[in-house]
């Protein structure tokens, strides 16, 4: 180990920064953050900087650099593009054992920057010793898209419990357990969801009933297929779950992505294939939480879009389980975005309607003159199977026949089939396309054979994405 990794507490204590520029600047800013006092040697300022002095934020202790300014700081930082200047002054340093960091010249440091994700009170700091510096930003990128934001409100709110729980607690292992149950509890996700006074109370009534776990289950919306269009915050969810009950429209590459130890119960329906009725999924949601379990219910694309979402989380109420929804990215908006087709384009469609071609029976019957209306754009989900009385009522009111039409097969996969066609053909294309397949109907369509983007680099890449055209 290069360096030791110490956080250091700078609040009001004197730290000297030699250089006035940009790079200044950003040490600086920094510092302030940490509540360091800020004293500036430098012939000129930045207008950052300039501004700092202006409000007393900082000091411009003098233009040039002298060993005496050493003698009372904490700390001393050389930000200049003088690499003489830079060695005297971390030489001075070394001299009076002062911590001195040379911007950009790690043999000259002996404290580095790291980089820093900064979830105060709980703060993560990445180095290579100086030897790798892009490295070790890349990966505080990965750690930022990973650790939640809400991670600090969690922390402070831990630290205002320490005492509660040491009085409720005499063995360590007993306040590793409970704090361990906390954080990968309904307590976490209370705060994630901004219920901070729930939150709360959930750690006061675990104090009092430390092993009656509170199960909860949350609603994960997972995309129309391609795992990189997961949302951070499903990813996080998912990385804590106990159990996961998902459909058939989620696709292996997501649910690779599940916790290892987590149990997976597959609910999906299909047309025509045995399926599990939804009062047995949400019976099953609502048991399984009440066993004190963190239940995901992994849906394809949206799950308050046309996925039931809604009923399931009603069962949730009924029976006083605490719930949560992760929004995810719908298949209208996913699948017609990687085929090239925008759903509103000024010059072909203001307004665009997300419709099911699988209706509950005994329902309301569709407005088939609204439907057929020209310049909007029809998203039809679930509609291959009946494709063709969906282009025969749209025809009969009034929808031109040569209306582009799109069938979009396994949508944002590397699989996607994206076939097109005029609304007389649309039972054709519906019968040849794979499924999961959306139904995109309007003058949009037309703009496929311009913005297939992802058709494109599939075939360049050698993969398998298939663009069909029956006009």
Known sequence: MDYLPIFADLKSKPVLVVGGGDIAARKIELLRRAGARVQIASRALCEELQA??????????????????????????????????????????????????VVDDQPKCTFIFPSIVDRSPLVVAISSSGTAPVLARLLREKLEALLPANLGQMAQIAGEWRGKV?????????????????????????????????????????????????????????GPGD???????????????????????????????????????????????HSVPQEETNRLLVELAQQGKRVVRLKGGD??????GGEELQAAQAAGIPFQVVPGVTAAAGATAYAGIPLTHRDYAQSVLFITGHCRTGGDGIDWPSLARARQTLAIYMGTVKAAEISQQ??????????????????TRQDQQVLTGTLEQLEELAQRA??????????????????????????????????????
Not at 254 to 271: M, N
Not at 303 to 308: E, K, S, T
């Open 166 to 222: 040491k009085q409720r607690f005499n063995k360590m292992s007993e306040r590793r357990r409970f704090w361990e149950r906390a954080f990968n509890g309904l307590f976490a996700s209370q705060v994630a969801a901004g219920n901070v006074q729930g939150a709360k109370q959930t750690l006061d009534d675990q104090l009092i009933n430390p092993e009656q776990a509170q199960g909860e289950i949350v609603l994960v919306g997972a």
């Open 52 to 101: 700092l002095t202006e409000i007393n934020a900082v000091e411009w202790l003098a233009t040039d650099f002298d060993e005496a300014q050493l003698d009372s700081v904490f700390l001393v930082i050389a930000a200049t593009d003088d690499s003489e200047l830079n060695a005297r002054v971390f030489d001075a340093a070394n001299q009076r054992f002062r911590l001195v960091n």
């Open 303 to 308: 799950p308050f879009i046309f996925g039931r």
């Open 227 to 273: 795992s990189g269009l997961l949302t951070l915050r499903g990813l996080q969810v998912m990385q804590l779950a106990d159990v996961v009950l998902y459909d058939h429209l989620v696709s292996d590459d997501i649910l690779d992505l599940v916790r290892r130890d987590a149990d997976r119960i597959c609910v999906g329906k299909r047309a025509g294939a």
């Open 434 to 471: 794979p499924t999961p397949a959306l139904l995109v109907i309007g003058e949009v369509v037309n703009l496929h054979a311009q913005l297939a983007w992802f058709q494109h680099s599939a075939q360049q890449a050698g993969r398998e994405s298939a663009v069909v055209n029956l006009a």
């Open 394 to 411: 749209l025809i009969a009111h009034g929808r031109d026949a040569s209306t582009p039409v799109a069938v979009i097969g396994r949508g």
